[in-house]
């Protein structure tokens, strides 16, 4: 068993470096890999050197971990779930939701619904587009601009296209850009089929936030996002679900 819990270890920090190395430190939310792997070591520590450990802490160890356990296998079950989806056609709007910027270059994860976003509005010709994004402290443009501006190297038209510059979480994308459609729109909100454009392991909460707000059909459109980082995303993904579930976004 303590080797199991060192090889973890390896494998935990071996991952964290592979994030570090691919995408940087923007966020920092990859260090969990780091402390995740020295919680292996320190139990591999512990069982190989025969350390004996309160019997109260252990049963408190065993609860919350298998507690945390259920709760991110059943929350990772709706998030895996939701990729998958089926795309549906001809939608009043779809709302692409912003993510970093690289001064005025879109990162890699934004580029993936820049180009998902056009796929969609090539085959749907009377969508129109509400590109949702703020500028942060390091982005000289912000995300919604940003995307304009791919979009329209593309040739997609600029009257199929609505900014909303001043979001900065999902929560504020979504609540910003209502006013946006209903300003546009000749229809009740309530009657509009709207399509959530995002990584796909950001589509269930996107999708989720967007239905209580809009009180509307909402679906999903699923982008690409990188295979490497994959389980960074879901696990990063899982706390953004609590989180939004505890202040009631979803």
């Known amino acids: 068993m303590a080797g199991i819990c060192f090889l973890l270890g390896v494998a935990s920090v071996l991952y964290f470096l592979g994030i570090w190395r691919i995408a940087g430190l923007s966020s920092k939310f990859p260090l969990i890999w780091l402390l995740t792997g020295g919680g292996f070591f320190l139990a591999g520590s512990c069982i190989y050197f025969e350390i004996e450990i309160p019997v109260w802490l252990s049963v408190l160890t065993g609860i919350f971990v298998g507690g ?28 692409v939701l912003g993510a970093q910027v690289n001064g005025k270059i879109p990162s890699k994860s934004l580029q993936y619904r820049i ?57 504020q994308n979504i609540a910003f850009t209502i006013p ?35 009180q509307c059909r909402v679906y999903g459109i699923p982008a690409k996002n990188s295979r490497f980082l994959q389980a960074n995303y879901l696990l990063r993904e899982f706390f953004g679900v609590v989180k939004d579930r505890i202040e009631g976004n979803l």
Do not use: P, W
């Open 68 to 95: 945390f356990l259920l709760l991110l296998v059943f929350t990772e079950y709706f998030i895996i779930s939701a990729m998958h989806q089926k795309e549906v056609k001809n939608l009043n709007y779809i709302v």
């Open 115 to 171: 180009d998902r976003a056009e796929k969609y509005l090539r085959e749907n010709e009377k969508t129109k587009a509400v590109l949702s994004g703020g500028k942060g402290e390091d982005e000289e443009i912000s995300e919604a601009q940003c995307m304009a501006k791919e979009l329209d190297k593309k040739g997609i038209v600029s009257g199929r296209l609505l900014l909303e510059a001043k979001s900065r979480n999902t929560e």
């Open 180 to 214: 946006i459609i209903q300003q546009d729109s000749e229809k009740d909100l309530k009657e509009l089929k709207i399509g959530i454009v995002t990584n796909g392991f950001h589509v269930y909460r996107g999708s989720k936030i967007a239905q209580k707000k809009m």
